[in-house]
C-alpha cells in the first residue's frame, strides 16, 4: 500500500501542521478530519503510511479508531488529554511513533520531528501554530520566537487564525491549498484575499460580541449561548458568554442536522476537558478537548442535562 495521508485537524494548529508533514513528505495527500469523525474516515484510507496531526482520540470510538490504524505506518502528533481508560502505552502499540505532549501544540511535534528533512525557515509553521493554539510559552518555542521580530509573525498568524473563519476559507479545499502554499514557504498573507477575510472576520467578531451581550443566558456557574449565524466563531462566542454574564465557563451551542455542537471556553482555572468528556456521557454523547478549550457532540433535546451534568463539576 504505498503513498501518504496526512490528517490533520482544520484549525490553525491542525493546517501549520499539516503543512510541515506535506513539507517533509511532498508526494503526500492532505486531508481534513476532527476526533468525531476520525474512526469514520480512517475506514477509506488506502496509504500505507498515515500522519495524524492534532487530532484527539474521541472517548466513544478510540478503541476502534487505533484498530484501524493496525498494519499501516502510524505516526501521530497530538497535545490533547487521551480519553479516560486510554493510556500512552496503548496508543503506542498501535502507531510506529507517538508524540504527546500537552503543553506543545502539534505543530511543533510535528517540525521538531521532521526539521531534518525541512528548510530552516519552516520554524515559522511551528511558531504560527502554537501561537494561535495559545501553546507558545514552551521554552522551545521561545527560543524559536526570539530569532523574529514577533510584531510581524502575530500579524501572518492573526490572518491565519482570523481568515479561515470566512465562508471563503473555511471549506476544506480552500485550506488544504493554503496548507500546500505554506509547505512551500508561503506566509498566510501570501494567499489571495485571505488578509480582507481576516479584517472582516475582525469586524464581525466585535459585532459577535455586542450580539451574545444581548442574547447570553446563565446556568449556574455556566453563561451559554444558542444558535449563533456565525458558526466559524464558536470558541469567541462562548468565551464571550462567560464574560458577558461574569461565569467561570462559557458554552456556545450549534444546532445541527441530527445533534448539537458545543463549544466551551473558560475564564479560570477549570479543566474542561474531563467535564466536557462526562457530562457528555450522561447524555449519550462525546466530549473532550483542552483543559482551557473543549467541545462536545451531543443528542438533540439534552441540552439542559447536559449543561446541569456539567455544572455540578464546576468547583469554583
Not at 498494519?71 to 502528533?77: A, R
Not at 481576516?198 to 459585532?207: G, I, L, N, T
Not at 478537548?289 to 463539576?313: Q, S, T, V, Y
Request: hydrophobic content about 40%.
Amino acid at each position: 500500500m504505498p503513498g501518504t495521508l496526512i490528517l490533520t485537524h482544520a484549525d490553525s494548529d491542525g493546517i501549520c501542521a499539516g503543512a510541515l508533514a506535506f513539507a517533509a513528505f511532498p508526494d503526500a495527500r492532505i486531508f481534513f478530519t476532527k476526533p468525531v469523525s476520525l474512526l469514520e474516515d480512517l475506514q477509506d484510507v488506502r496509504e500505507g503510511r498515515i500522519i495524524l496531526c492534532d487530532i484527539a482520540l474521541a472517548n466513544n470510538t478510540a478503541g476502534q479508531a487505533l484498530a484501524a490504524l493496525s498494519g499501516k505506518e502510524v505516526f501521530y502528533f497530538d497535545h490533547h488529554p487521551l480519553p479516560s481508560g486510554v493510556t500512552e502505552e496503548t496508543v503506542r502499540k498501535s502507531v510506529q511513533l507517538y508524540s504527546h505532549d500537552d503543553s506543545s501544540c502539534g505543530s511543533e511535534l510535528v517540525y521538531r520531528k521532521f526539521q531534518s528533512r525541512l528548510p530552516q525557515e519552516a520554524v515559522l509553521l511551528a511558531i504560527y501554530g502554537a501561537i494561535g493554539d495559545y501553546t507558545d510559552n514552551t521554552k522551545y518555542i521561545q527560543e524559536k520566537l526570539a530569532d523574529w521580530d514577533k510584531r510581524t509573525l502575530y500579524f501572518e498568524i492573526a490572518t491565519l487564525v482570523l481568515g479561515i473563519k470566512s465562508e471563503e476559507f473555511s471549506d476544506y479545499d480552500a485550506k488544504r491549498d493554503l496548507a500546500g502554499l505554506m509547505s512551500k514557504g508561503g506566509k498566510p498573507s501570501d494567499m489571495p484575499g485571505l488578509v480582507e477575510a481576516a479584517r472582516e472576520a475582525a469586524d464581525r467578531e466585535f459585532d459577535l460580541y455586542r450580539l451574545v451581550r444581548k442574547r447570553a443566558q446563565a446556568l449556574g456557574k455556566i453563561g451559554y449561548i444558542e444558535n449563533l449565524p456565525s458558526f466559524g466563531f464558536r470558541g469567541a462566542a462562548a468565551l464571550f458568554s462567560a464574560s458577558v454574564t461574569g461565569k467561570p465557563v462559557g458554552v456556545a451551542v450549534y444546532k445541527r442536522r441530527n445533534y448539537l455542537d458545543i463549544t466551551i471556553r473558560r475564564r479560570k482555572a477549570i479543566d474542561l476537558c474531563r467535564m466536557a468528556e462526562k457530562a457528555a456521557e450522561t447524555v449519550g454523547g462525546s466530549g473532550g478537548g483542552h483543559p482551557e478549550a473543549a467541545g462536545a457532540r451531543i443528542p438533540k433535546g439534552r441540552l439542559d442535562d447536559f449543561l446541569r451534568a456539567f455544572n455540578r463539576m464546576i468547583r469554583i
